[in-house]
């Protein structure tokens, strides 16, 4: 149960620091105009040399920043309730630790897979369309690999639950 817990711990911290980075970096995507390299993030975007917040209110920039905040507060949540559970906390006993931080990282893999597709499918389809040489950037794909981590939080969360909960007597 603790190798699952631990595992867990360890997905959903390094998934939570790399979805901090890549909501806060400003490389999800760079493309190339008038002979120069630019780039741009969820808050920000930069020409060489000078960099200037987005104002424009995108919804779907607005929708990709709103679930990656939301991803980053559950993976948070959930690795505060995971440490408690990995330590026996006992505090709150009607409550299942465990089975509560597995759900929190899938809440938080849900929510970023959530900002992932809608940004990607904007993007592309915006973008595609119109300028022929961009690309995704590594804070773009730091989201990505977050998904991947957190789900994996979440399923180790979910195996150490199915160790520890309680079986009754078996009835034929």
Known sequence: ???FMGGGLFC????????????ATDYWM???????????GLW?????????TLTDSIAYWDATRAFMILSILACFFGIIIGVLAFINYSSFNGFDKTFAAGILY???????????AVYTGMTVNYY????GNWRFSWSYIMGWVSVVLTFFSGIFYMCAYRMYE???PMTR
Request: net charge positive; with cysteine.
């Open 12 to 23: 959903a911290g390094v998934g939570n620091i790399l979805l901090v980075i890549s909501t």
């Open 166 to 168: 309680p079986r009754g």
């Open 30 to 40: 760079q493309y190339r105009q008038s002979g120069s390299y630019m780039h741009q």
């Open 1 to 3: 149960m603790y190798s």
């Open 106 to 116: 899938f809440m938080s893999c849900f929510f970023v897979l959530l900002a992932m």
């Open 44 to 52: 920000r975007y930069c020409l060489p040399g000078k960099c200037m």
């Open 128 to 131: 595609g369309k119109r300028y």
